[in-house]
């Protein structure tokens, strides 16, 4: 079955430590996104990428960084620069034209020790 | 700026009553795309329903119907004999036709259904 798989589902970070989300989809998807999400907030895009090898900042990128080296996969890192890591993290990828739905991962629970 | 407004943090429901979910949008496109997401206490999105702007014609997906209304910027959500499982967050989202395929989130509306 096509679908995004997201990794690990629980993750905890040490302060000052780099943690690494995975994100792979086998949808055959051009495009793929980053969101962060926190009670109240809805959804806030973090980075997205409509091509391999290429991606964009969204409304929140400070202390994160992502790459995209294979259509199939968009890993987060969250760095030791993100103050305050704590939130549900959910990746989408879309066709990447005329505006098709996104589908989504299952999500990472991101916490801090 | 594009922004989505959800103005109803909560709401509830009776089973097998009618509920309405509001949503306005602030754009200055013409072209673009309307969507309801539900997402469940498993926290997985689920696409419920998508309107494009271009079509008056309001979109319906089997007990989910829109009444969308471009020139007030309205897309609400109605949900006919609301059903136990229809228990979850639904956000709003807009995608305007030149952005990349960028999604705008509202901050999303809690439905309770009580049995």
């Known amino acids: 079955d096509g679908g995004i798989t997201q990794s690990p589902k629980y993750l905890f970070r040490k302060e000052g430590q780099n943690v690494t989300l995975s994100c792979e989809q086998n949808?055959?998807?051009?495009?793929m996104y980053w969101y962060r999400q926190d009670p109240g907030q809805g959804l806030r895009l973090i980075y997205y990428s409509q091509i391999v090898n290429d991606f964009q900042k969204g409304d929140i990128a400070e202390g994160y960084s992502v790459s995209r080296e294979k259509k199939e996969s968009f890993p987060l890192t969250v760095t030791s620069a993100q103050k305050n890591p704590t939130a549900f993290y959910l990746c989408a990828s879309s066709m990447g034209r005329g505006n098709q739905p996104q589908h989504f991962g299952d999500g990472t629970r991101l916490s801090i020790l | 700026a594009q922004t989505v407004t959800q103005s109803q943090p909560e709401m509830s429901v009776q089973e097998a009553e009618t509920v309405t979910l509001s949503c306005t949008y602030d754009?200055?496109?013409?072209?673009?795309?309307l969507f309801w997401y539900k997402q469940p206490p498993s926290r997985q999105m689920i696409l419920v329903i998508r309107?494009?702007?271009?079509?008056?014609q309001n979109a319906t997906e089997n007990r989910f119907s829109v009444n969308f209304q471009k020139a007030a910027k309205s897309f609400s959500l109605k949900i006919s004999d609301s059903q136990l499982g229809d228990a979850a967050m639904y956000f709003c989202a807009y995608s305007p036709i030149n952005t990349g395929n960028q999604f705008y989130f509202g901050t999303g509306t809690s439905l309770t259904v009580i049995p």
């Open positions: 309107q494009e702007a271009y079509k008056q």
């Open positions: 754009t200055s496109e013409s072209d673009y795309y």
């Open positions: 949808l055959n998807h051009d495009a």
